[in-house]
């Protein structure tokens, strides 16, 4: 053989046999697509069918949108619960079995006397890459691009907007199932009624209006165990916040409006928490509103917010579960990998540097900032801890924080209260050196005052009940007990400069903290 053929020969033999070795490692998607499709196990088949479609499609937008899709499909499901006693024995247990909610209550209550506490408990997590179907992520993916494309309000809409916004296929953890279509030919001849097609907000009002006309809030489905799929949602008309924003996603998404849900996880001057919806325009602007309740331009969030975080459908990287760290576990609001911080979209905010006294153990390096919130200090947001300082960022003013660390699963306070003012600076809340004070105590949870014909300031206080007064100082710590009367309650010498907590044993824990200042209650 002449030598330049015995050379192709070779070179070709060798390059047959680096593939032979190698060829399982040589992929035609991304690195972040290949990664899910190699976790998929039994359902791979359905989401390369996917990509063949629209490998094979001459829409190259198509095939990016699949890839976005596939790529963050890990963590997205459907969860349900049951609720179970102390033992695991499962209760059944129907919300609409009951007339309200008060009804309800009283039959929960009835039913911890029979079985002890109950509460419910994660049953089912079925992963959307282990039974998600290749035609129902086909027509999710044409349907989302046609609203995209059609609809003249959406052309304005960038291609990485449209893939957060328009594209996901679910709006939470319910079932999965097809809305597009549904919505797209209820309110295909809206844009007839418009003033300005091009108009986002005009035409997400009128489709509001309409939802508004059939589905609302329902305080039962606080114990509904799962988050409703669009057929319950039809069938009932009725559930709770998150039901809300997500039928109001589905109907919103499915005619090219780029709306999704914002959320703070706990109010930081009161109890529960909130999510509500957003539309977001071609220019960035966000305007919340809430889906069956209130248009856009006329909603008005109720309470503070320490932090508000957006519901997303990729994977966000800033977030703690995605940094190094030196605890495996972290509070359970943190721990989600698909929410982003929009806080600084709705409210000033101020970042914040906490020096840790006592030091945190050399195996902790990240720190929590909380709010006080139905009794208990929840986690809103982290910082990490260098030099002894922990930084965090973008935090709602006017409120008051506690500093924690998370120690065997728990929220371990370390450090002092502070109020975060108006103008960003710290203002440290613990007994003051010796220094007592004499308060007299009207109520529980801030609430109007009033006065007699005398100018004296009424209590609202239940007479013959009795209060603790505690103060924060490493813990609450007891001021003293009194039963009230018609007038305001009255403790003598207790410490100055703490933040304090008047509370009815046995309540539902909704009493609010804090400070006096000019000797009048001003709650946090």
């Known amino acids: 053989m002449h030598l330049v053929s015995r050379i192709i020969a070779i070179a070709f033999f060798v390059m047959l046999s680096v593939s032979l070795t190698f060829g399982e490692d040589i992929s035609l998607y991304p690195p972040n697509v290949q990664a899910v499709l190699d976790s998929t196990g039994d359902n791979r088949g359905e989401l390369e069918t996917v990509l063949e479609h629209y490998s094979a499609d001459i829409d190259s937008l198509k095939l990016q949108a699949a890839y976005y899709l596939i790529a963050n499909m890990q963590g997205h499901n ?68 046609r609203a995209w494309r059609e609809k003249p309000w959406a052309k304005g809409l960038s291609f990485d907007q449209f893939c957060e916004y328009i594209l996901p296929y679910r709006g939470s953890s319910e079932p999965l199932e097809d809305w597009r279509e549904t919505f797209w030919d209820k309110y295909a001849h809206i844009a007839d009624s418009l003033d300005n097609p091009s108009d986002p907000i005009e035409v997400t009002a009128l489709i509001n209006d309409d939802i508004k006309s059939w589905f609302s809030f329902d305080p039962r489905y606080y114990l509904h165990p799962t988050d409703q799929g669009l057929s319950e949602m039809l069938e009932n008309r009725m559930g709770r916040c998150e039901d809300m924003t997500n039928l109001t996603i589905y109907a919103m998404r499915a005619n090219g409006l780029a709306v999704t849900s914002d959320y703070t996880p706990y109010w930081a001057n009161t109890g529960n928490n909130h999510a509500w919806n957003a539309i977001v325009t071609a ?102 801890i260098e030099d002894g300082l922990a ?60 006065e007699s014909t005398d100018g004296i300031v009424e209590s609202s206080l239940t007479a013959g009940v ?57 709650w946090w």
């Not at 247990?93 to 509460?119: M, R, S, W």
């Not at 001021?479 to 009815?504: M, N, R, S």
């Open 283 to 384: 220019d960035g602007n966000v305007v919340p509103f809430m889906g069956a309740e209130a248009n856009p331009g006329k909603y008005n969030l109720a309470h503070k917010m320490a932090k508000t975080y957006r519901k997303m459908f990729s994977e966000q990287k800033d977030n703690l579960i995605f940094q190094a760290r030196k605890q495996e576990k972290v509070p359970r609001w943190l721990a989600g990998k698909n929410y982003k911080d929009v806080t600084s979209e709705y409210i000033d905010v101020s970042d914040v540097a906490i020096a840790f006294d006592p030091e945190a153990p050399d195996s902790i390096d990240i720190a929590y900032l909380c709010v006080f919130n139905t009794g208990e200090w929840g986690a809103i947001h982290w910082g990490r």
């Open 466 to 522: 009795e209060y603790e007064l505690s103060a924060w100082d490493n813990g609450w710590q007891s001021l003293g007990k009194q039963i009230a009367t018609d007038k305001p309650l009255t403790f003598e010498d207790i410490p100055a400069g703490c933040l304090y907590w008047l509370t009815v044993d046995g309540s539902e824990k909704d009493e609010r903290i804090f400070t006096i200042e000019d000797g009048k209650q001003v």
């Open 391 to 450: 930084y965090f960022t973008d935090m709602g003013m006017d409120i008051v924080y506690l500093p924690a660390l998370y120690i065997d699963k728990k929220i371990t306070p370390w450090g002092a209260p502070f109020i975060l003012d108006c103008d960003g600076a710290i203002k440290t809340l613990l007994p003051a050196d010796e220094a007592t004070i004499t308060v007299k105590l009207t109520s529980t949870t801030k609430r109007k005052l009033l």
């Open 78 to 145: 459907y969860v349900t619960y049951s609720l179970n006693d102390s033992i695991g024995n499962e209760i059944e247990l129907n919300v609409l079995d009951y007339p309200d909610f008060k009804a309800l209550i009283a039959a929960c209550d009835t039913l911890e006397e029979q079985h002890g506490e109950i509460d419910f408990e994660k049953k089912d997590k079925i992963e959307d890459i282990d039974v998600i179907k290749a035609d129902f992520l086909i027509k999710q993916i044409d349907w989302a691009f």
